[in-house]
């Protein structure tokens, strides 16, 4: 998070324990969910006459709630992220739907990704600019 705040805009090492040594895909889509997280963050907070919501501050009051208000319910999602993996309920709800802590959550996902993930196809034209990329790589370098 620290890095991103200050200007960084490569995050690296997703899925990476031991130094890099070791690679770890429950630890790469729990990272995901980091990562997300802080892009979030970073994004900022939209200003404008929807976000102020002086006239709704207006019509409620200093004394009144906002919870329940329309303005409230339209907005409250798009300055918190919504991870994937954590799991942000009460223990109770939590427990009751199996008390999948977050690894198990990030294995089980790992898992259906490898199993049913089908990528778009890339663009016509990409698969063979990026043969003549390497083939010009290994003719540079004397690679065969």
Same mark, same amino acid.
């Given at each position: 998070?620290?890095?991103?705040?200050?200007?960084?805009?490569?995050?690296?090492?997703?899925?990476?324990?031991?130094?890099? !040594?070791?690679?770890?895909?429950? #630890?790469?889509?729990?990272?995901?969910?980091?990562?997300?997280?802080?892009?979030?963050?970073?994004?900022?907070?939209?200003?404008?006459?929807?976000?102020?919501?002086?006239?709704?501050?207006?019509?409620?009051?200093?004394?009144?709630?906002?919870?329940?208000?329309?303005?409230?319910?339209?907005?409250?999602?798009?300055? #918190?992220?919504?991870? @994937?993996? !954590?799991?942000?309920?009460?223990?109770?709800?939590?427990?009751?739907?199996?008390?999948? @802590?977050?690894?198990?959550?990030?294995?089980?996902?790992?898992?259906?990704?490898?199993?049913?993930?089908?990528?778009?196809?890339?663009?016509?034209?990409?698969?063979?600019?990026?043969?003549?990329?390497?083939?010009?790589?290994?003719?540079?370098?004397? !690679?065969?």
């Amino acid at each position: 998070m620290l890095p991103a705040l200050a200007g960084a805009n490569i995050i690296y090492g997703l899925g990476m324990l031991e130094l890099g !040594i070791t690679f770890d895909y429950a #630890q790469l889509v729990m990272d995901n969910d980091m990562v997300k997280m802080i892009k979030k963050a970073v994004e900022g907070i939209a200003v404008n006459d929807a976000t102020l919501a002086v006239d709704v501050i207006r019509e409620v009051g200093a004394a009144g709630e906002f919870i329940t208000h329309e303005h409230t319910f339209k907005h409250m999602r798009a300055v #918190q992220s919504q991870p @994937d993996l !954590i799991d942000r309920r009460m223990r109770d709800a939590w427990m009751e739907l199996g008390g999948k @802590d977050f690894t198990e959550r990030a294995y089980e996902k790992a898992l259906d990704i490898l199993k049913n993930h089908k990528p778009d196809p890339l663009p016509n034209g990409v698969p063979e600019r990026l043969r003549a990329i390497v083939e010009e790589a290994e003719k540079e370098y004397g !690679i065969k």
